[in-house]
């Protein structure tokens, strides 16, 4: 007796069936695709963060991480010589010598950078870094800016995005990361805050 195979028929029902299920499953999966990116970008800027520190600490040199809102990208530059004193030498080039600049690192198209979102009476989690916050605080950026962190040789972090850095006085700042539907529908509840504190340039992550 022979093997019997499927018939045209049947897999065009199972095609249909396959269809109906991926259509039912997709929002799912692109919700979980989107939370795995936004998870991803948000400890690829935590690791771009502290090896700047490490890297500032250990060559007794200033190390800069750049942050592009405009494009969504960030970028390190190796002020070895120490002349970028100001968020202005940043923004030009003008403090950047051959072989200071890292590579630019984009975020993916469906997350970017944005406005921080917190609770307000600040929770005690979020007084070091936003002591004044509200719920539309831009605390160290507001989107279309660009700013920078820079880390000395003694590990602490200074926040560029201040005219004045000194004026931090030890508050430092934040990086907000946001899926970009999310932000669009002003919703703050998957959104990834990256906090730094300029005395001792601790970096902590708040969020998924």
């Not at 070895?80 to 030009?92: F, G, I, P």
């Not at 403090?95 to 975020?107: A, E, I, K, R, Y």
Request: hydrophobic residues 40%; glycine residues 8%.
């Amino acid at each position: 007796m022979k093997d019997r195979g499927f018939t045209l028929i049947e897999l065009m029902v199972v095609i249909v069936i396959i269809g109906i299920m991926l259509i039912i499953a997709s929002p799912s999966i692109r919700n979980w695709y989107t939370g795995f990116q936004l998870k991803s970008s948000a400890d690829n800027i935590m690791n771009t963060l502290a090896a700047a520190r490490l890297t500032a600490i250990n060559n007794n040199s200033n190390q800069i991480v750049v942050f592009n809102l405009s494009n969504n990208s960030y970028y390190v530059i190796n002020d070895a010589n120490r002349d970028c004193t100001n968020l202005s030498d940043v923004t030009s080039g003008s403090c950047v010598q051959p072989g200071d600049l890292g590579p630019t690192h984009t975020l993916p198209p469906t997350i970017q950078f944005g406005y921080v979102q917190v609770a307000n009476p600040v929770p005690q989690a979020y007084s070091a870094i936003f002591p004044t916050a509200t719920t539309t605080a831009c605390a160290l950026f507001c989107k279309g800016n660009i700013g920078a962190v820079e880390f000395n040789a003694s590990g602490k972090a200074i926040n560029m995005f201040s005219p004045d850095p000194a004026s931090s006085n030890g508050i430092g700042g934040a990086i907000v990361l946001i899926p970009d539907s999310d932000l669009i529908n002003n919703n703050s509840s998957r959104q990834i805050i990256i906090g730094f504190v300029s005395m001792t340039g601790a970096v902590v992550k708040f969020g998924e």
